[in-house]
């Protein structure tokens, strides 16, 4: 069970890095666009770790302070939670 939540993580994380990329590629080029409620909700779905290293590495979204804010705080709140159930099944 653990492996498929690592699994699901990791392609999350890569998905959401590899949108945040891909988002920032077309805004150079004018062309559309990726909804920033779409890279919110990959975030808030696990890919936040993603997310916060797709925006730093590419640039994208970083003068934005619910981006700057809002990745590293659903961050915090997913690592709590995963504490939280972690206590609460050991």
Sequence with gaps: MIYKILL???AINVITFLMMGYDKHEAKKGNWRIS?????TLVVIGGSIGGIIGMFTFRHKTKKWYFRFGFPIILILQ???VIDLVRRFN
């Design 8 to 10: 699901y993580l990791l």
């Design 36 to 40: 920033e409620k779409t890279l919110f």
């Design 79 to 81: 690592i709590l939670v």
